[in-house]
């Protein structure tokens, strides 16, 4: 998962608002190569994994949901999409 923290910024009828850390650069996943297809879907699957021991998994898988940071390491940021 991305590196997130609570926000300041507050919203009526919510109990908090989330922040992302920010990223200079987003390769859109239609330009990534195979390698990072074959990292984000591994990651995916990984993710899953996981979630599975909260009772709770991914409903929304598209590559838009995760980008690559730091080495081209896939992180989740869609946090919406955990059910």
Known sequence: MIETDYSDFQINGYSYVLKHITQPLIVPSYEWPRTMLKDAALFYID????LLDFN???????????????????????FGSIA
């Open 56 to 78: 709770l998994g991914l409903i929304d898988i598209q590559f838009g949901n995760m980008i690559h940071i730091d080495n081209a390491r896939p992180v989740w940021i869609d």
């Open 47 to 50: 993710l899953n994994l996981e």
